[in-house]
């Protein structure tokens, strides 16, 4: 298993590196492990205070990359020529070795330890000078001895000459020129003449042009001065490589010097990459133990945001050795268990740790099983692969092990899970193994408690806002809290009573009381009246319905929105009759809204048949009246309607 991919130290590890110079230090950070010597430990701490401090003291450390030094140094002890581009790295290595111990120099002024590693670098000042003074952009300086000198200056008077003898010749047959410069021709200075004029200029064609017109012919005057450049050029590689073999044999006879500079300069990139990442992390120095005492206060997860993390209060030794965490899911549990084991691995790294303070055991191993852990090249499910890892664990156990196991037990059927958590917990208690622990499982949670050297803690959670607060409190067995977000969600009390006696048994659910949850004289009342209050409210209802739209109301119809006159009232069934333009509709009175009152619109005692009946059926209603009139009879035009 990959014990600092599963707690995320491996993310650590690459910040680590990103603040590293050297390609040692950067490969050291990787190889990385935890010390398991006391006091080596307690040096490394140290180291990394103090670097820490002459940072925010002296600013960032003149480190610079030595990469590749250490070969260029090895072919000067074996007798090869180092190129001017080698000789300058070597430089500005020498340089960096001068600021570093310049920079560590100043900090003995402020009592630091580390910056005392300043006598260890030796300084080899005529070296880079004399390399310096002879090397210059990549080539070995005019300067570099009064020889060189002299034979360039020699060149540059010979090429004049050859130059000179040339553009005399042009001048002297412009008429043969097929241009106005010369070039020069392997090397040789030459003058373009043209083909049919070739006899006219003597000397030796070198060349022509890609058509044949043009001839490139070396001016038999400046033919002694190529010969003589040669000779100069011959000189001149001479007393280079002779410089370059010089300076060669000085960084040879500093070899022991330089590598020994390079080893302390490595060395002090990695401390001080450890201080870099302390003051990126806001961290501090942990206090060690050998007692199996773990204390943090104010812990963070390094990873998260300073701002958005909860500190966290953890503290385990003495007569504890086991911590059975449990909480709502989502409520920080595998957040802690990681964020104490990180910690106590990059202390026992040498590394700070974020805490306000810190008091951590060294631990011999550290053994978890976080995650889902599904193989599926190995057909695993999630509860075999969480076994398979945990036969792992309990091999490897001892009793200065730190053991962290995330939703022990979990994967397979409850009973079982349950039961093979309690075997694998003694287990761990009985290696005397530090372990942190988060379950589901209340019998854990009884286990915890009924067991010496085992204590259970609880993510709080914040019942008034449902959310959880990422605070452990350890002495208190924590609750999923699924029934009182349930409750405060609005499931009724019954169900959760059944939910818990299906859950815990008869005697837990008599405990539970619930928001909504009546008294039991109340409840007796509600069971009494309950039948007979939903017919009586069915009958209310008509009754109020039949009341609801009277004649002359002013409704609007839905889902047209059009306004109609109420012209006869909600019967039995909910139906009324509207007038709208034009005709009456018959309408369940859910789809009508009152818009205006007929008490609003017309005066008491008004005559609505005015609105809804016919000129001729009022007529022969008044007729009728007044006496009886044989073969009238009245009938509606929308009667059929």
């Known amino acids: 298993m990959n014990i600092e991919k599963q707690i995320e130290f491996n993310q650590i590890k690459e910040l680590w590196m990103g603040l590293a110079v050297t390609e040692w230090a950067k490969e050291k950070i990787k190889e990385t492990s935890f010390c398991l010597s006391e006091n080596r430990l307690r040096k490394q701490l140290r180291d990394t205070t103090d670097g820490k401090n002459l940072i925010e003291k002296l600013g960032t450390p003149p480190l610079q990359s030595v990469n590749g030094i250490k070969e260029i140094i090895g072919m000067a002890e074996k ?19 001068k600021r570093l111990k310049d920079y560590l120099g100043r900090g003995k002024a402020y ?13 080899i000042e005529d070296l880079g000078e004399e390399i310096g003074r002879q090397i210059r952009n990549g080539m070995v ?14 060149i540059i008077r010979c090429e004049e000459h050859m130059k000179q003898r040339a553009e005399q010749v042009m001048r002297s047959n412009k008429a043969y020129m097929a241009d106005h410069y010369c070039t020069f021709r392997n090397g040789r200075i030459c003058v373009p003449v043209k083909k049919e004029y070739k006899l006219k200029v003597p000397g030796s064609v070198m060349d022509k042009s890609s058509t044949g017109n043009t001839l490139f012919i070396e001016p038999a005057g400046a033919a002694k001065y190529y010969e003589e450049l040669q000779q100069l050029r011959i000189d001149e590689e001479n007393e280079v490589y002779r410089i370059l073999y010089t300076l060669t044999a000085m960084v040879a006879e500093m070899a022991d010097a330089m590598k020994e500079n390079i080893v302390w300069m490595e060395k002090l990139d990695f401390i001080f990459s450890k201080a870099k990442i302390s003051i990126d992390l806001g961290a501090v120095e942990p206090s060690v133990n050998t007692e199996r005492r773990i204390v943090l206060k104010d812990a963070r997860h390094p990873l998260m945001d300073r701002e958005r993390n909860v500190p966290l209060q953890f503290e385990i030794g003495r007569d504890v050795h086991g911590v059975i965490i449990t909480g709502p899911n989502t409520g920080g549990k595998t957040v802690a268990i990681k964020t104490v084991m990180l910690n106590c691995m990059m202390a026992q790294c040498g590394l700070h740790v974020t805490c306000k303070e810190a008091d951590i055991c060294m631990n011999s191993a550290y053994l978890c099983d976080i995650g889902d852990g599904q193989d599926i090249a190995e057909n695993l499910s999630t509860f075999s692969a969480h076994i398979k890892n945990v036969l792992e664990v309990l091999e490897e156990v001892d009793e200065n092990s730190f053991v962290i196991m995330d939703e022990l037990g979990s994967g397979t059927d409850p009973t079982e899970g349950m039961g093979i958590a309690v075997a694998i917990l003694e287990e761990l208690r009985k290696s005397g193994a530090i372990f942190l622990v988060t379950t589901h499982y209340p019998e854990v949670k009884e286990y915890a408690d009924r067991t010496e050297g085992i204590r259970n803690a609880k993510m709080a959670f914040d019942k008034e806002t449902l959310k959880p607060t990422y605070q452990m409190v350890i002495g208190e067995a924590g609750e999923s809290c699924a029934f009182y977000i349930a409750d405060r969600l609005g499931m009724p009390p019954e169900m959760l009573k059944v939910a818990v006696r299906a859950a815990y048994g008869e005697k837990a659910a008599d405990s539970y009381r619930f928001h909504g949850e009546l ?12 039948g007979r209050i939903l017919k009586q409210r069915e009958g209310k209802k008509k009754k109020d319905l039949g009341r609801k739209y009277r004649i002359g109301d002013s409704v609007m119809v839905y889902p047209d929105k059009k306004i109609g006159i109420v012209c006869e009232p909600v019967n039995e069934k909910g139906i009324l009759r509207v007038q709208m333009p034009g005709k009456k509709i018959w309408i369940n009175h859910k789809r009508v809204k009152l818009h205006v009152a007929a008490t609003e619109l017309y005066p008491e005692g008004y005559d609505f048949s005015i609105l809804f009946d016919t000129v001729e059926n009022r007529k022969i209603r008044h007729d009728m009246e007044r006496k009886y009139t044989e073969g009238i009879a009245r009938c509606d035009e929308d009667k059929t309607d």
């Open 111 to 123: 009592g630091n330890s580390l910056a005392y590693y300043e006598e260890n670098l030796n300084i």
């Open 141 to 154: 300086g005019d300067h570099a001895s009064g020889e060189l000198g002299q034979i360039r200056g020699q």
């Open 79 to 97: 007798g090869d020529c180092l190129t001017p581009d080698q000789l300058e790295r070597t430089e500005r290595a020498l340089a960096a070795m």
């Open 519 to 530: 008294s039991p004289a109340k409840a007796r009342e509600a069971g009494r009246s309950s």
